[in-house]
């Protein structure tokens, strides 16, 4: 069966500090995996999603970017963290019957 | 564009009573496929119910189930005797070109 994987579960940063969140996801090959910031009691905000090695696309133009070094790894990163990059971080992979799966998410809080 | 509408910020029953969740969408597609995730206190999302457009029957998954109304553009959730642990956000979704695309979700509270 297939699991994904997310780390940290809790992270607090100051402000101009890198970040990387790490996802991984188990009993799948070639996955569609996606990146995700929720606020509190909000929505899910799409940030990127890859369909392959190498291969990331950008919904929201910000201060984050993403790779994806291995077919089943899916690394988000800043160079330097802003307040506004608080929130709820998460990441998920579609079946190919296109639902997709959640890992447990990090809460990110930059102080 | 497409969307997803929730209209229903936010809901509340008593336990064991009947409920249901809004969720209207805007696609020019024709086949598509729809989903209701349920994301609880601990913010783990949990995918609850899928629906193809392309089939007419509604499904159903033990006390959930949906009404699709495809020419409406309609997809609402009912959830049959509800129970303390149904306390959740629920969020509506449908496949569109490798993404989702979400609604803002509904808060249910389920009182005992």
């Known amino acids: 069966s297939q699991t994904i994987h997310q780390w940290p579960a809790t992270l607090v940063q100051p402000v101009g500090s890198p970040l990387s969140l790490e996802c991984t996801v188990e009993g799948t090959s070639n996955p569609n995996l996606y990146w995700y910031r929720q606020a509190a009691g909000r929505g899910l905000q799409l940030l990127f999603y890859s369909v392959g090695i190498g291969q990331i696309s950008s919904e929201v133009p910000q201060n984050l970017s993403a790779s994806r070094p291995q077919d089943r790894q899916f690394i988000l990163s800043s160079k330097k963290l802003l307040l506004s990059d608080s929130g709820f971080y998460l990441c998920?992979?579609?079946?190919?019957?296109?639902?997709?799966?959640f890992g447990p998410g990090t809460r990110l809080t930059v102080t | 564009a497409q969307t997803v509408t929730q209209s229903q910020p936010e809901m509340s029953v008593q336990e064991a009573e009947t409920v249901t969740l809004s969720c209207t969408y805007d696609t020019s597609e024709n086949n598509y496929y729809l989903f209701w995730y349920k994301q609880p206190p601990s913010r783990q999302m949990i995918l609850v119910i899928r629906q193809e457009a392309y089939k007419q029957q509604n499904a159903t998954e033990n006390r959930f189930s949906v009404n699709f109304q495809k020419a409406a553009k309609s997809f609402s959730l009912k959830i049959s005797d509800s129970q303390l642990g149904d306390t959740a956000m629920y969020f509506c979704a449908f496949y569109s070109n490798y993404q989702l695309i979400w609604g803002a979700g509904t808060k249910l509270i389920i009182k005992p």
């Open positions: 998920a992979w579609m079946s190919e019957s296109y639902e997709q799966y």
